[in-house]
């Protein structure tokens, strides 16, 4: 709650709610490393928002995809994920919002064949427009997980319930040429707080021209279950330099 504390009074007091409006976000990035060890990445995302005075909803889509060659010289899949979430807000306008949210997910580094949940909860909104804003929310979500078939002796199918919490903080300076965005979550389950998941994503973006931007981002996971699954470890992220595409 520092954080927010430090960042609410910097919020400019001029700018009102957007009402309306629709908000597109398009990035893509890639990579090629060749030499003593080769590998090949590129990942996409896609983010659409929208407001007007009665509903606020927000659709996530991502997608990564890496490989390398292994001991043997044969090309072989090291990433390949994919994660959709949405969520809808009621009464936008108000600090304090009820809203309603879901996500899926596959990871093969995770060794997640399919994931997905959905929940309900509160947010606390501090913002002047949808650029400038800090947020907390706390909801509670059902949660059902299909493990990918060859990892280690664990249920195939797993479902349970989770404790959800999040915090965001986007500010834009400068006339909106420089953009941060910070977004991490905490989820427990219901009953054993050891078992958890934790992301951080945070990313700072320079526009290049109204519509073309370049976004530097950092993106970390941790996942309690993962070895369970057979993954190599719980952990998991990755920084990227991508192109962004904003209408």
């Known amino acids: 709650m520092l954080l927010v504390g430090l960042l609410l009074p910097g919020l400019p007091e001029a700018a009102s709610a957007q009402s309306g409006s629709w908000r597109v976000q398009s990035e893509l990035g890639g990579s090629f490393f060749f030499g003593n060890r080769e590998q090949t990445t590129f990942s996409t ?3 659409v928002e929208r407001a007007d005075e009665l509903f606020e909803s927000s659709t996530d889509l991502r997608f990564n995809y890496g490989e390398a060659p292994n001991s043997d010289g044969d090309r072989v899949v090291t ?9 809808l807000d009621f009464r936008p306008q108000d600090r304090w919002r009820p809203f309603v949210s879901g996500h899926m997910q596959s990871s093969f580094e995770r060794r997640i064949a399919l994931r997905y949940d959905a929940g309900a909860g509160l947010r606390v909104n501090w ?11 706390l909801s ?9 078939e060859g990892g280690r002796d664990t249920p195939d199918e797993v479902s349970l319930t989770r404790w959800s919490s999040n915090l965001r ?8 040429r420089f953009t941060l965005d910070t ?5 427990p389950v219901f009953d054993s707080f050891g078992n958890f998941n934790l992301s951080t994503r945070n990313s700072f973006t ?5 519509i073309i931007g370049l976004r530097l981002s ?15 470890t719980n952990r998991d992220g990755s920084v990227q330099v991508t192109l962004v595409g904003r209408f």
């Open 45 to 47: 995302r896609t983010q």
């Open 183 to 187: 977004n991490n979550s905490y989820q």
């Open 127 to 137: 913002d002047r427009d949808r650029r400038n804003r800090v947020g907390f929310s």
């Open 140 to 148: 509670i979500l059902a949660e059902r997980t299909y493990a990918r």
């Open 206 to 210: 320079v526009s290049l021209t109204e």
């Open 79 to 87: 990433r390949r994920s994919w994660t959709a979430d949405a969520s």
């Open 169 to 176: 903080v986007r500010r834009a300076y400068f006339d909106g």
């Open 218 to 232: 950092a993106r970390a996971e941790y996942d309690s279950g993962a070895r369970d699954r057979g993954a190599d």
